[in-house]
C-alpha cells in the first residue's frame, strides 16, 4: 500500500546500516581469530599427539604437559613420566596421530633427552615418505625423560583448524571493505536512517546533478496542486508546501500524515497509527504518537482548514477539505 514508502524506506536503510555493521564487526572478529588461531590449535593438536604416544607405549595415566612455544615455528611437547620407544614405531604412531588431529606436514620431528639439547632420534612429514635424519639403529631406545621437538615451516602453521582460520580470516578482510563501501554508500545516498542508533540522519554529499534534480523536485512540488486543503503533500520528497513555501518533514512524520491524509475526516485508532507507522521496531513509548501529531499540528497550522483533531480515549482524526479516492483500512466514520 502507498502509506507504507516514506518510513518503510528509513527502514530499510536503518536495516541496511544495522547489517553493515555486523559485517564489519564479525570480519573484524574473524580476522583477530586468524592472527591468534596458530599457537593455540598448534598447541592442542600436538598434546593430543602426546596422548596418542603415551597410549602406544602403554601407559594411559601419566600426564601430558603443557605444550611450550620456544620459538615461532618450534613448539617442545614434553611428558611427566619416562618411556622406552622404538624409532620406527614412534615415527608411526606422531604421524599418524597427528594427521588425526589436523596436523599436517611438512613439519620436522626431534627427540630428546630432557635438559639436553642434542636429539636422539629425528624424522621429517610431509614428504613423498618420511625421512629419518639421525641415523639410527631398529633397537629399542632406553626408558628415559624424552621431549618431542616440532618444528614448521617459516610459511605458518600447519593445522587444518588454522588453515580454516586463515581461510575464514582472509574471507572476513574481504568483507570488511564491502562492509564500509556500504556504510558509505548510505551516507552518499543521505537517506532518513532512524531507530538503529536513536537518531536520524539526512545528511550526505551530493552530486551536483543529484543536487540539481532534487531541487527541480522541490520546485516541482511547491507549485503542484494542493491536495491537503490549501497544502501540497509530497510524502516522496518527505516535504509539505504551502503558498510556495516548503517544509521539510521527517520520515516518520511524512508517514504518520500520509496515514492520516489516506482516511481524511475518519478517526484512526491509536494501535492503527502505531503499528501503520512503527509496526515491529519498537523504539516508540506511549506520548510517542502524541509529540509526532503535535509537530503536525505546528507545520500545518499555516491553513486554519486542515486540522488534526485529537478524540479522547480513541485516536486521531485529520479535518481537511480534500478527500482522496481511498480510506485507511481500520477508520471510523463519524
Same mark, same amino acid.
Given at each position: 500500500?502507498?502509506?507504507?514508502?516514506?518510513?518503510?524506506?528509513?527502514?530499510?536503510?536503518?536495516?541496511?546500516?544495522?547489517?553493515?555493521?555486523?559485517?564489519?564487526?564479525?570480519?573484524?572478529?574473524?580476522?583477530?581469530?586468524?592472527?591468534?588461531?596458530?599457537?593455540?590449535?598448534?598447541?592442542?593438536?600436538?598434546?593430543?599427539?602426546?596422548?596418542?604416544?603415551?597410549?602406544?607405549? =602403554?601407559?594411559? &595415566? %601419566?600426564?601430558?604437559?603443557?605444550?611450550?612455544? /620456544?620459538?615461532?615455528? +618450534?613448539?617442545? !611437547?614434553?611428558?611427566?613420566?619416562?618411556?622406552?620407544?622404538?624409532?620406527?614405531?614412534?615415527?608411526?604412531?606422531?604421524?599418524?596421530?597427528?594427521?588425526?588431529?589436523?596436523?599436517?606436514?611438512?613439519?620436522?620431528?626431534?627427540?630428546?633427552?630432557?635438559?639436553?639439547?642434542?636429539?636422539?632420534?629425528?624424522?621429517?612429514?610431509?614428504?613423498?615418505?618420511?625421512?629419518?635424519?639421525?641415523?639410527?639403529?631398529?633397537?629399542?631406545?632406553?626408558?628415559?625423560?624424552?621431549?618431542?621437538?616440532?618444528?614448521?615451516?617459516?610459511?605458518?602453521?600447519?593445522?587444518?583448524?588454522?588453515?580454516?582460520?586463515?581461510?575464514?580470516?582472509?574471507?572476513?578482510?574481504?568483507?570488511?571493505?564491502?562492509?564500509?563501501?556500504?556504510?558509505?554508500?548510505?551516507?552518499?545516498?543521505?537517506?532518513?536512517?532512524?531507530?538503529?542508533? =536513536?537518531?536520524? &540522519? %539526512?545528511?550526505?554529499?551530493?552530486?551536483?546533478? /543529484?543536487?540539481?534534480? +532534487?531541487?527541480? !523536485?522541490?520546485?516541482?512540488?511547491?507549485?503542484?496542486?494542493?491536495?491537503?486543503?490549501?497544502?501540497?503533500?509530497?510524502?516522496?520528497?518527505?516535504?509539505?508546501?504551502?503558498?510556495?513555501?516548503?517544509?521539510?518533514?521527517?520520515?516518520?512524520?511524512?508517514?504518520?500524515?500520509?496515514?492520516?491524509?489516506?482516511?481524511?475526516?475518519?478517526?484512526?485508532?491509536?494501535?492503527?497509527?502505531?503499528?501503520?507507522?512503527?509496526?515491529?521496531?519498537?523504539?516508540?513509548?506511549?506520548?510517542?504518537?502524541?509529540?509526532?501529531?503535535?509537530?503536525?499540528?505546528?507545520?500545518?497550522?499555516?491553513?486554519?482548514?486542515?486540522?488534526?483533531?485529537?478524540?479522547?480515549?480513541?485516536?486521531?482524526?485529520?479535518?481537511?477539505?480534500?478527500?482522496?479516492?481511498?480510506?485507511?483500512?481500520?477508520?471510523?466514520?463519524?
Amino acid at each position: 500500500m502507498c502509506y507504507l514508502q516514506p518510513f518503510a524506506l528509513s527502514r530499510f536503510s536503518a536495516r541496511a546500516a544495522f547489517i553493515a555493521s555486523l559485517i564489519a564487526l564479525s570480519a573484524h572478529s574473524f580476522a583477530l581469530y586468524a592472527q591468534a588461531a596458530g599457537p593455540v590449535q598448534t598447541s592442542i593438536a600436538l598434546r593430543m599427539v602426546g596422548h596418542e604416544l603415551l597410549l602406544s607405549t =602403554g601407559d594411559s &595415566t %601419566s600426564r601430558v604437559m603443557p605444550v611450550v612455544q /620456544e620459538e615461532p615455528q +618450534r613448539y617442545r !611437547l614434553s611428558f611427566a613420566a619416562p618411556f622406552a620407544f622404538e624409532p620406527g614405531r614412534l615415527a608411526a604412531v606422531v604421524e599418524a596421530s597427528a594427521q588425526k588431529a589436523g596436523l599436517t606436514g611438512p613439519y620436522l620431528v626431534e627427540v630428546a633427552v630432557c635438559g639436553e639439547q642434542e636429539a636422539v632420534y629425528g624424522f621429517k612429514v610431509g614428504q613423498s615418505e618420511a625421512s629419518d635424519i639421525i641415523p639410527c639403529q631398529d633397537r629399542l631406545l632406553p626408558e628415559d625423560c624424552y621431549a618431542l621437538l616440532f618444528t614448521f615451516p617459516e610459511t605458518g602453521y600447519s593445522t587444518a583448524a588454522v588453515k580454516g582460520a586463515s581461510t575464514a580470516g582472509n574471507f572476513a578482510k574481504a568483507l570488511l571493505p564491502l562492509a564500509l563501501a556500504l556504510m558509505g554508500w548510505l551516507y552518499w545516498r543521505g537517506r532518513p536512517i532512524k531507530g538503529l542508533f =536513536g537518531f536520524r &540522519t %539526512s545528511g550526505g554529499v551530493r552530486s551536483k546533478s /543529484e543536487t540539481s534534480a +532534487r531541487s527541480s !523536485l522541490t520546485a516541482g512540488t511547491a507549485a503542484a496542486e494542493p491536495n491537503l486543503g490549501n497544502f501540497h503533500f509530497d510524502p516522496e520528497q518527505l516535504l509539505l508546501a504551502f503558498n510556495g513555501q516548503r517544509t521539510e518533514l521527517t520520515g516518520k512524520e511524512a508517514a504518520l500524515l500520509q496515514v492520516l491524509h489516506a482516511s481524511p475526516n475518519q478517526t484512526l485508532e491509536r494501535d492503527v497509527l502505531l503499528q501503520a507507522v512503527w509496526g515491529d521496531e519498537g523504539g516508540y513509548v506511549g506520548r510517542t504518537l502524541d509529540v509526532f501529531i503535535s509537530r503536525l499540528r505546528k507545520k500545518l497550522s499555516a491553513d486554519p482548514e486542515v486540522k488534526i483533531v485529537n478524540i479522547r480515549g480513541v485516536g486521531y482524526r485529520l479535518q481537511a477539505p480534500a478527500v482522496p479516492p481511498t480510506g485507511f483500512p481500520g477508520s471510523a466514520p463519524d
